[in-house]
């Protein structure tokens, strides 16, 4: 630091008080929302009945999390979207991998992709519940049908938008077609990939809550479900807040990742 | 000097598309004598590109074919653009060749490392791509093309991405790197002033369809570096005869 000029110091500084800037705006939003709403509540300016509060949803957490067992209705959503993470990252990776590699099966393919990707999954929701039964399974599998095929389509565009003349190059060396997936295809994709597994984890979790929402006995998506089945707003609200910090917490957990591999 | 080290012998190649069939080389014939610098240059689109594709195996000719002085000659292919892997460093960009053909071993990598050292990138061997400048990283795809040592080098309009300066500077440090390796080379560019400077010889194409027009001997007294070339009487003597074959129009 100290070789620097004080101009450049100077420039250091105004970057970083930016940056904290910017976190302690961010948190002030948050904390300016849950205070009007808990002032709303507390006027009756709103119907905590319809609205709940912050702190009728922090109660509802503590007698979740002490008399409904919380953290196992957490986990099963939480195990759900990790399997259905899991399983479309590395069956994406391979049909991706596959297509790339076969011209003529990914131009066969290509129509039947399409239109299963623009299907609303939802629709299938019924007969998936019929053939699977209603069980995590099943979940799995309707959040398999939201994540996997973009995650298909999203690797798959990035292989073939490979750099050409690295290609090229990769042939003047007479190198093999696995040689040309080893050290290109595969390497100059990382990032797509990780993109794709960002997207991926979004849309799983969509798929395993829609799963819940049909049919299940467990999960943030059956609390939710279960709640305005009985007219307890307030199990709603709170199922819905503690699904914003599982969503957030696991996207960052891919950013994580995202950053040991790409400097 | 006249030795020949490959024969293109009635070289043909005709591209088919939905929309038809071009032909892009009719008729090439041409000898290719040892450690000599030849330069094809022809108006745009005369096919020198699937020249240099075809010698290089990358493409197969319609007819005619490319006879080798020796079996086993190995063509080095150095592309347009540096296509430098930024996921690799420089060094391991230099040994990409030898990883792919199964050679890399202490030998050949100690060999690379002194190539680097020797041509001015010995401070760039851990570094990626991206924190070395253009004309850098130019010098490095030669290294990568010299790595698997090459009898014959394919040079692809080695200089067309960079400014004008960059261009001259590099052009002299090819020829040098070149020269002290005793290499081959074809070079295929649509600068004149570059193949006068850097050539032996000259082979200047028709449009398409192509065929050897006229072939050149750049004879320059005081011959030297490309860049000292340039101011040469002869010079401007080739340059002037070279650009009338080329009969250059806009249309």
């Not at chain 1, 797509?192 to 467990?218: C, R």
């Not at chain 2, 020949?4 to 069939?21: F, P």
């Not at chain 2, 400077?197 to 050149?216: A, F, N």
């Amino acid at each position: 630091m100290s070789t620097y000029s004080d101009d450049h110091n100077k420039f250091l500084k105004k970057l970083k008080r930016e940056k904290i800037l910017i976190k302690i705006t961010q948190i002030s939003i948050i904390i300016v929302f849950l205070i009007l709403w808990e002032v709303a509540a507390h006027y009756e300016l709103i119907n905590t009945f319809l609205y709940s509060s912050p702190s009728k949803v922090f109660k509802t957490i503590i007698s979740l999390y002490s008399k409904n067992n919380l953290i196992s209705h957490i986990g099963i959503t939480i195990y759900e979207t990790i399997c259905s993470f899991l399983i479309a990252s590395i069956i994406g990776i391979i049909v991706a991998t596959l297509l790339w590699w076969n011209k003529f099966i990914s131009k066969v393919l290509d129509p039947y992709l399409t239109v299963i990707n623009s299907l609303p999954k939802v629709a299938l929701g019924p007969l998936i519940i019929i053939w699977v039964g209603a069980s995590t399974n099943s979940i799995v599998v309707m959040a398999l049908m939201i994540s996997l095929i973009i995650s298909i389509i999203n690797i798959y565009n990035g292989f073939i938008a490979t750099n050409e003349s690295f290609i090229k190059l990769m042939k003047t060396f007479n190198a093999s077609k696995m040689q040309i997936f080893t050290k290109v295809i595969l390497p100059g994709n990382v990032s797509t990939i990780i993109n794709s597994l960002k997207i991926n984890i979004s849309m799983s979790l969509i798929g395993v809550i829609m799963g819940e929402l049909l049919v299940s006995k467990k999960g943030l998506g059956y609390l939710i479900m279960y709640g305005s089945q009985v007219f307890n707003i307030n199990l709603v609200i709170t199922s819905v807040v503690i699904l914003g910090v599982v969503s957030y917490i696991m996207y960052y957990v891919i950013s994580l990742i995202e950053k040991k591999f790409i400097k | 000097m006249e030795q020949s080290v490959l024969k293109i012998n009635h070289l043909k190649k005709i591209y088919h598309d939905k929309n038809g069939e071009v032909e892009a080389i009719k008729n090439i014939q041409l000898d290719v004598f040892d450690r000599e610098f030849l330069s094809i240059v022809g108006p745009s689109g005369c096919g020198k590109s699937s020249l240099l594709s075809i010698l290089a195996n990358l493409e197969k000719p319609t007819s005619g074919d490319i006879e080798f002085a020796k079996p086993n000659l190995k063509i080095g292919y150095m592309l347009q653009s540096d296509s430098l892997f930024p996921w690799r460093t420089i060094l391991d960009n230099c040994l990409l060749g030898l990883e792919i053909n199964h050679s890399l071993n202490d030998t050949t990598k100690k060999r690379v490392i002194e190539l680097l050292k020797t041509y001015g990138l010995g401070d760039f061997i851990d570094k990626y791509p991206s924190s070395l400048s253009g004309g850098m990283r130019q010098r490095v795809a030669l290294i990568r093309t010299l790595a698997t040592d090459p009898d014959i080098l394919l040079l692809d309009e080695p200089f067309s991405a960079l400014d004008y300066q960059t261009r001259l500077a590099l052009s002299d440090d090819v020829y040098r790197i070149i020269k002290n390796e005793g290499k081959t080379v074809i070079m295929v560019t649509h600068d004149l002033a570059e193949a006068i400077s850097l050539s032996d010889r000259i082979v200047v194409l028709t449009k398409r369809p192509s065929e050897v027009k006229k072939i050149y001997n750049i004879e320059i007294s005081n011959k030297s570096t490309p860049i000292n070339n340039r101011t040469t009487p002869e010079f401007s003597a080739y340059y002037d005869k070279i650009w009338r074959d080329l009969d250059v129009h806009i249309q």
